[in-house]
């Protein structure tokens, strides 16, 4: 199925091809190809915008997920016809994540992408907010960026590595 990318921002270049190339592959390395996805690209202040109606938190972010479907960690939904092979939405905050990739000295398409990980791993039921969930979430992320690593001859590791 498809990748439908939106960058709803100015501040910053994003390679539209190569991250939607990447996030083909990181979908299927979670055997979820023949789910939609959307993804946006965000500016921090439709990131801060968000953040403050679904979490409360009044300040921008890296990633927010929003799963069609409500899935425990792992698991593939089962949509009962065709409109309801989506897997959700991922807001990509990437203002926030050019800022910090330009504080940290990280290349920011590597980090958008890894970022895409963690918010495809968010629709399928991944969570972090207890040791055992980060674990879980954690070893997954590190399965399919080493899939698109083998594949693209890339170096990329998980976001969520020093959460715990």
Known sequence: MSVALRNAQRA??????SLRRAVCALRSALGASRFDVGLVCASNALMQRL????????EP?????FPFHQVEAGELPRPCCRGEYNLGDIFLGVEYIHQQCRETGEDFDDVLTVTAAHGLCHLLGYRHDT??????MYQKEVQILEELNRLTGSRLRPLTAGLF
Not at 51 to 58: A, E, S
């Open 131 to 136: 040791k055992p969930e980060w674990e879980q």
């Open 61 to 65: 972010t890296d990633v927010l997920s």
């Open 12 to 17: 910053v270049s994003v390679r539209r091809a």
């Open 51 to 58: 953040n403050g109606i679904y979490r409360h938190c009044l």
